[in-house]
């Protein structure tokens, strides 16, 4: 580890603190009603939407009309994105004429993509139009992430008010989250990008000639647009196969750093907005500091693992650390950052192979993922799920402050907590049911290309990316066969919906309990002391569901790397 | 009938014990354990490794041994959490025989008509309908519960509170309700027979401490819920863990299975939940209090208002003594000696409290002249004194001694008899011979370290609210001094109920006590409500507890039980899941240190051989249970304070000690287990 490398991680995660504050206060204030500094430019634009669609933006919705205006709203475009793929052959804008994905992947690849997972199974290259990345892809980058901003906020809400049925309007938070949040951030990013060179061209592939006189095809795009969303909403669908591994996705050290930014920004000011939307700014800071350390704490333990070098390579300077699978223009240290950063958001892109890091390298990120994608999560999945952990830390300690259980003036009962168990219990069922699954089975076998600890290891991060609605790959699975398509497609779904479902409803029926007073008895839920049992609960809940299969895949490889065997 | 108290039942009483173990098999059966998911799930895997130990052992092969302890010792894990909720329930039980002695099947003297009180029929107790009406005399039972409709008798309810004194029964008013099973110990009353068959107060009572009607509470629900999720978690990790293991190129057999996905679920807590809840309910019937549900203890907890009602809680029941204020040029020392001599004759609570305020003040012991005759007083004269030698002392209502005296008040006692007045007291007036030497102030005395108890509350977050009759001046002086944090004067019972509804609807739980009719609607809002066994049939139903003793200051107690119930519940679920870490690092590395050497790395504990690390965690899972039943029982300590600094303790004892005691305990049983020599060869 190097002093300019934790100075490079310092600044990142700085800058990212530093901007959550203003932009998620901004949030609440836009997605509560109030006016923003953009609203002279973007109110005639947002009033426009609203009478194109014949929508009441201040008509209330109770948790089951949001949640059922949300589910049609994903399943009408998940249609379209499909019969994008199918015919994206017949369609206009597609210079490499790439051909109709097969309905099977197709299917995977709309799935993921309104899943906000981003899980390519395609290679972006040859696979996709540019009509597809940009009506298609692109869109739903902005898609996905807006209804999950929009159900963070309808759950936040819940917590605000007592005695309320509505959780607010579904189609004017995504007009709002899409036009005021989204839609700016973008723009600037793009401009960054293109600055720094990302193509932004519907040309098509230029063939240059290499020096060896060999003719080579070099793949462009409209990516700098693609790029940004990609990042800001924690999609992590790369226009390229590489991913932000590519330098026309991610051309340097400083972009790398920019993108790192921008692929925590709103994940990590949702809190703060939590904060205002519930009217004390205290118990958002403290779930960002649960977010917050548990990052720092990943990354320094990532970044201790890749500083080192591998043991097994003899002949080397082991100063330089593993280097295997990472872009020198990023180094060890912005490589360790990226990944972290972008499996603790349910981002998914990535500037580095994860299947080459350092056995616990490859943990921390896998672990990130695992521990329910809310460090600092998905830009609103993350903070709805946070909020699990925060009532279910509240249920199990609450208790021992004398009073029953009540998180925000909300007692939590028997069904908020059936309800958060059901969310928390797709993660489990899913990554370690998949996973055990594709390992019996001669079909999931045949994807590994690995054996022992590592293909487990591999299997496993492929289930627990879908499931988590990542998106990054391990590699080393080929992930485009019978049973990893459909059945990681359903991964995805139930990760994103199967949660989100008990999760709207858990906040209609807090959003109805009175809100209760608080005071020296109850419990402080924005103290250190909570900040710490969160952290504790949610190490130990996640700990508990997956150690066993992790003691199996990573560590057992570290400890076998140690004694000399690898895989 | 006292011995209803829990002081006299030890926490392992023999007899408890014996029919706890009894009692413990017979809960085994499964049909009624799955109100237990956590423990129902337990039973079946114990089911399951004991027939394939068996199998094992009759096929002779060489691992039987290893199965059949495993499988015995999840039995054991089951029993006792069977044995702590029968231990729990015996304790009820033994509180409930001893109630169930005094329900007598009198006859009934059953009157056809209650305004003539010479004709009736004898009827069996038991046969008696809520609408008839008997007459009782002295020394007869009170053959069901009712309400007085006419006489006045004084009754001996210590078969209900324990407390031998009895109490006076009377038609009208707030003491109108007698309870069945009560004896009178003077006079006759004509009672109103207001329950039915079977669901006298007694019998509910019984079945109360019994537990025989015992619903899980809404937080026990809850908790439920939590851990059949969790059990649910671990399954899918064990289960799926054969897949995973099986890829890795080990085979897991069913023993190794069953002991870790055992030790995983939370059996502490799911084993000591309903005994912990069942304790709670005995606790608060050990302080003579009988709440009507789990529910309402549950809520104890939660309160964050008091209402206490001013007298007998905040301030003894009679005014006292306060100050003697002497007239202008009267010197105090005469004055207090005045105020002795007049008072000696005077035997009201007011006199005696003046002569001892003098003792205490001014060291002055009452010593009348002999041959002095005492003027008692009497309601007429509103006066009391002392005649000597033809000199008069006498202390009295102000304008009783001005009348007496005949002469206008001198200098000083007007503005002094005004001043008391204004601060909420009561003035007398004292003389000698015709003149008014001075005033003595009566005031309401707050109790002794009741100030230092609204302190305490009011870390604990809990709001103290006086309620009283007196004016907002008498009120707020005496709100003062208590150090309660609001008051309501002149308080009608409509007061009180729109100042409960007010509160709630700011979010706050509030607990009362009351006693009278016009109480019961304020007792039925308020989130719980305590009333006084001395109250009125109304109240009590309107409450969900009744203080059997009739004592209005056990309010605060009432919520710190409630309080203590919540803690034990959550310190244990706490540390339950705290220790589950040390078994993942006893038998991760036991299983697949075959396939992958390296991982005995985990074995931190340094477990001998992976057999008796297994069956180490296995045992340690098991014993813990037994090792916290008195802690279950007894409750969590419980010491007011804030809620962060119990918090922080809590968590420190409970979460911490139950991610670290788990790793010593399983150790040591490792290292017994080898140095017995079980695991050579």
Redesign the interface.
Known sequence: MTIAGWLQIALVLGVVAAAAIPLGSYSARLMQGGRTWLHPLLGPVERACYRLAGIDPTAPMGWRGYLGALLIFNAAHFLLLYAMLRLQGLLPLNPQAVAAMSPRLAFNTAISFVTNTNWQAYSGESGVSYFTQMLGLTVHNFLSAASGIAAAFAVARAFAA?GVTSLGNFWADMVRATLYILLPLTVMLTIILIAAGVPQTLAAYPVATTLQGAHQVIALGPIAFQEAIKLLGTNGGGFLNANSAHPFEDPSALITMIECVALTLIPFSLPFAFGEVVGDRRQGRALFLVMFILVIAAVAACYAAEAAANPLLTGIDPTGGNMEGKETRFGIALSSLFAVLTTGTSCGAVNAMHDSFMPLGGMVVLFMIQLGEVLPGGVGSGLYGILVFAL?AV???????????EYL?KK???R???LA??A??IL??TI??G???S??TASG?GSLANA??H??TEMLYGWSSAAGNNGSAFAGLSADTGLLDWGLAGAMLLGRFATLVPIMALAGSLAQK????G??????TH?P?FVG?LI?VIL?LG???????L??GP??E???M??GTSY | MSNIRAETIALFEPSIIGRGLRDAVVKLNPASLIANPVIFVTEVVAILTTLLGLRDALMGTGTAWFALSIGAWLWLTVLFATFAEAVAEGRGRARAESMRAARTDTLAHRLADPRDRDHFDNVAAPDLRAGDCVIVCAGELVPSDGEVIEGVASVNESAITGESAPVIREAGGDRSAVTGGTQLVSDWLVIRITASPGSTFLDRMIKLVEGAERRKTPNEIALDILLAGMTIIFLIAVVTLVGLADYSGTRLSVPVLAALLVTLIPTTIGGLLSAIGIAGMDRLVRFNVVATSGRAVEAAGDVDTLLLDKTGTITFGNRMAGSFIPATGVAEQTLAEACVLASVGDDTPEGRSILGFARDRYGIVPTPPAGASLVAFSANTRLSGLDHQGRAWRKGAVDSILSFVGTPAPAGVTEATERVARSGGTPLAVSVDGAVLGVIELKDVVKPGIRARFAELRRMGIRTVMVTGDNRVTAAAIATEAGVDDFIAEATPQDKLDYIRRVQAEGRLVAMAGDGTNDAPALAQADVGVAMQTGTQAAREAGNMVDLDSDPTKLIEVVEIGKQLLITRGALTTFSIANDVSKYFAILPAIFVATYPGLAALNVMRLASPQSAILSAVIFNALIIVALVPLALRGVRFSPMGAAALLRRNLLIYGLGGLVAPFIGIKLIDLLLNALGLFQG
Request: no cysteine.
């Open positions: 007592g279910l249920f199990v300690a609450g208790l021992m402050v004398g009073r029953t259980p003036g939590v009962q028997a908020e907590v059936k168990m059901l928390v219990l489990p069922l370690l049911g996973t055990a699954i390992l019996v076998l022992g600890p293909g487990l009175p809100k209760l007073a005071g020296a008895g109850t419990f402080p103290g002391l049992l504790g130990i700990g508990l569901q997956f150690l066993p299969a003691s199996l560590l057992a570290q400890f076998a140690l004694s």
